[in-house]
């Protein structure tokens, strides 16, 4: 999952534990059958969108992936379990005061255990690919380059890809979703120390390529490298939890470290991509790229400078990261504000980045409309609201602050990638949080008609883009699986489209999840 911590929120998730023990007696009252994830009576309410149907009758392509996504620390758990090695989020979850509800991700939705039991669900739902990370201390304990391989981390993932294959699943690996090895942030600072930490990740990126990359052709370097920068170093809500706010943060510098920590995640990126290329694209005749976080920006009214704003918003949240691995340079306007803040790239470097993607990553879940005159930096100076001139909202509220319904920003975001990069998007995450689905009792839950209605106005939104506007979508993973431990929020927010009772460790498939493969049985070619 994306920024979920990037803006404040409103309240913090109760836990549910009353209402869990009447599950048992629920759970007979569903059908969880392949008939009724395929053909179920979900709720089908229309968002206030441009859509028209008339931009949405022709399907997709055959070809066209798609499925759900996870990330291995929110799912997995069995953190010191065959010899894994501890990560920065171990060690932050564990702190007092980092997660909302006080809990970690030593069990979370205890993947590691019952990983066959998930693809089974995923078997069941009918989908097409699956987006999963890899835990680099599971692989790689130390996580240096002169550190042993776990090979029972190995033999872990290796499995794990020949039961998605059989169960006719294309595995969409990605390398690092955050959880950076303990050992190397204790080392040398992890990815605020550029010369180490890239040698490292390299290290560790080919280890995988020789295990997996047989039998996987689609790798994502990182995941969201903003909120690895921006939160983690900050803000410092995230793991290593480093900010100037010395209320929040023993060390840290928010002035500083997000604009290294980015530099050294763009070069390490980069030399992972040039390593596959050189050593593996050829024999494995996979594809390579990264995956970037970042919301569309509207201006908040026609007026010159809240124009300017919305640009500059997108500046500092995508182009941070894309206008160098895909042009080759930072944005104007971010060098403008950081000034010798910003690290430059040698040509050296530059050569290794450019054009280090063989298509664009893309992670987004909302819109903000945006003024100018704002104090916050890591937002380009730029203001976000919800709510228009007129004062009407954009969307539906979701369980995050930071997070409402817009389809139609979805849509000018998948245009305005398109036309600036040129590249493949593959959307590899996109989800909503439904407000107080936690303390529901579960039918309540499972019912989850604001997430069917984001979905179906997202979906259209998909179908316009490639069809109306010739934009190159090639997947869609909405995010998530199924609940799980959502970083500093806990377990109170749910993204999943399966319902996780925490306390059995039980799923239940939701309406969004009969929904969604429903929509791409009927709008995908066969």
């Known amino acids: 999952m994306g920024n979920t911590a990037s803006r404040p929120r409103s309240r913090v998730p109760t836990s549910n534990a009353e209402n869990k023990k009447d599950l048992a007696r629920q759970e007979t009252k569903r059908s969880t059958s392949d008939t009724t994830l395929h053909n179920g009576t979900?709720?089908?309410?229309?968002?206030?969108t441009a859509i028209k149907k008339a931009e949405v009758q022709k399907k997709l392509p055959k070809d066209?992936?798609?499925g759900f996504a996870t990330a291995s620390f929110q799912i997995e758990g069995s953190t010191d379990v065959d010899g894994r090695g501890p990560s920065i989020w171990d060690e932050f979850s564990r702190t007092p005061g980092k997660t909302l509800d006080g809990r970690d991700g030593d069990v979370a939705t205890d993947s590691y255990r019952l990983w066959k039991d998930d693809i089974a669900l995923l078997k069941q739902y009918g989908i097409k690919s699956y987006r999963f990370s890899l835990s680099w201390s599971r692989i790689i304990p130390l996580g240096g380059r002169n550190d042993p391989v776990n090979e029972?981390?190995?033999k872990f993932y290796s499995d794990f890809i020949d039961a998605l294959l059989a169960a006719g699943i294309t595995p969409f690996?990605?390398?690092y979703h955050w959880d950076l090895p303990q050992g190397l942030h204790d080392r040398y600072g992890g990815w605020l120390n550029k010369e180490e930490i890239v040698k490292d990740y390299v290290r560790y990126a080919k280890v995988c390529f020789e295990a997996f990359g047989d039998r996987v052709k689609h790798w994502l370097t990182m995941n969201e490298p903003w909120c690895i920068a921006i939160l983690g170093y900050g803000r410092g809500v995230f793991a290593p939890g480093r900010s100037s706010d010395r209320n929040r943060s023993a060390e840290g510098d928010s002035r500083t470290e997000p604009w290294i920590v980015?530099?050294?995640?763009?070069?390490?990126?980069a030399h992972a991509v040039k390593l596959y290329r050189e050593q593996f694209k050829s024999a494995q005749k996979g594809q390579i790229g990264i995956t970037l976080n970042g919301d569309w920006a509207m201006p908040y009214d026609n007026t010159p400078e809240n124009i300017a704003a919305a640009q500059h918003a997108l500046d500092f949240a995508i182009g941070w990261f894309a206008d160098p691995v895909y042009l080759g340079h930072y944005p104007a306007y971010m060098k403008e504000v950081l000034g010798d803040r910003l690290p430059t790239f040698t040509p050296e470097e530059l050569k290794v980045v450019k054009?280090?993607?063989?298509?664009?990553?893309?992670?987004?879940?909302?819109?903000?409309?945006?003024?100018?005159g704002g104090s916050d930096e890591f937002q380009g100076n730029v203001d976000y609201t919800f709510k228009r001139p007129d004062g009407t909202e954009l969307g539906c509220q979701a369980h995050c602050a930071w997070l409402q319904?817009?389809?139609?920003?979805f849509r000018a975001l998948l245009n305005y990638i398109w036309k600036k990069y040129k590249l493949p998007i593959y959307i590899t995450e996109n989800g909503f949080a439904v407000k107080d689905e936690d303390s529901k009792?579960?039918?309540?839950?499972?019912?989850?008609?604001?997430?069917?209605?984001?979905?179906?106005?997202?979906?259209?939104?998909?179908?316009a883009a490639v069809n109306e506007d010739g934009v190159d979508i090639k997947a869609y993973f909405p995010w998530s699986f199924m609940d799980n431990f959502e970083w500093a929020d806990g377990y109170g927010t749910r993204f999943g489209v399966t319902y996780v009772d925490y306390e059995t460790q039980k799923r239940y498939p939701k309406d969004s999840a009969k929904f969604l493969v429903r929509w791409f049985k009927d709008n995908v070619e066969i």
């Open 64 to 66: 066209f992936l798609w």
């Open 42 to 48: 979900a709720a089908h309410a229309s968002p206030k």
């Open 152 to 154: 029972r981390g190995i």
């Open 441 to 463: 009792p579960l039918l309540d839950a499972l019912a989850d008609k604001d997430r069917v209605e984001y979905f179906d106005g997202n979906t259209k939104a998909v179908l």
């Open 405 to 409: 319904t817009y389809p139609d920003g």
């Open 173 to 175: 690996v990605t390398l």
């Open 262 to 269: 980015g530099h050294s995640v763009i070069l390490a990126h």
């Open 355 to 372: 054009g280090s993607g063989d298509f664009y990553g893309m992670n987004t879940y909302t819109t903000n409309l945006c003024k100018a």
